[in-house]
């Protein structure tokens, strides 16, 4: 496996990876309610399942998921009602918990297990990453190469690429929320996201594979 086929395959992901979506959304949230040195911990949470759904897939356990389709509903439908339930929670928070109120107490009250499972849960709510993951990774492996070491390359990559993408919108979210604090579009901003999560699990909810 020579390093060129690693950066292209980094910058594959990487680019699945940035686009918006749940957890990008999620590390959004956690950077603004919570600040940077707290949503390591969330960022934690999202390379572990991450981790976890790339080493499905190069073992080929996700293959086998692919074809159970009872086993790729569960999947969905569970993601799908978890996704409604941070959209909600959102919404609710939004009035809660403004952001000028959050600006003037950074220091939330939130345990940091709550954060990584939070992150976790998002993460592992799209089962598409491991259809992602099967289809993409045989694509990099040199048949004539070690597999084990090609493999090990690749889930690294994948754990490192996931974790820079995540603190990326963390510390967006973190800049976004000296600004938004003052405005007073702060609470719409925050029921989109809200709205965001919750038409992602209805999304989730219609899709096909």
């Not at 999560?197 to 992602?200: A, Q, V």
């Given at each position: 496996m020579s390093f060129e086929h690693v950066f292209i395959f980094a910058m594959t992901v990487f680019v699945v990876s940035i686009i918006p979506g749940p957890s990008m959304?999620?590390?959004l949230t956690h950077g603004m309610y919570y600040g940077t040195r707290k949503s390591l911990a969330s960022a934690l949470g999202n390379v572990t399942v991450t981790f976890i759904q790339s080493v499905i897939s190069v073992v080929g356990?996700?293959?086998i998921l692919l074809a159970s389709d009872t086993a790729f509903q569960v999947i969905k439908w569970s993601g799908a009602a978890y996704l409604l339930y941070m959209g909600i929670s959102l919404l609710i928070s939004a009035k809660s918990s403004p952001l000028s109120v959050v600006r003037n107490n950074e220091q939330q009250d939130i345990s940091l297990l709550k954060m990584f499972r939070q992150s976790a849960l998002v993460t592992a709510a799209n089962p598409k990453a491991i259809i992602f993951f099967t289809a993409v990774f045989p694509q990099f492996i040199n048949q004539d190469g070690a597999?084990?070491?090609q493999s090990i390359v690749l889930t690294t990559v994948c754990s490192i690429v996931a974790f820079t993408c995540f603190m990326i919108y963390v510390t967006g979210g973190q800049k976004l929320i000296s600004l938004l604090s003052k405005s007073a579009v702060s609470k719409y901003f925050q029921r989109t996201i809200g709205g965001t999560?919750?038409?992602?699990g209805i999304a989730l909810a219609l899709s096909h594979r």
């Open positions: 959304l999620l590390a356990l996700g293959t597999f084990l070491i999560f919750i038409g992602s």
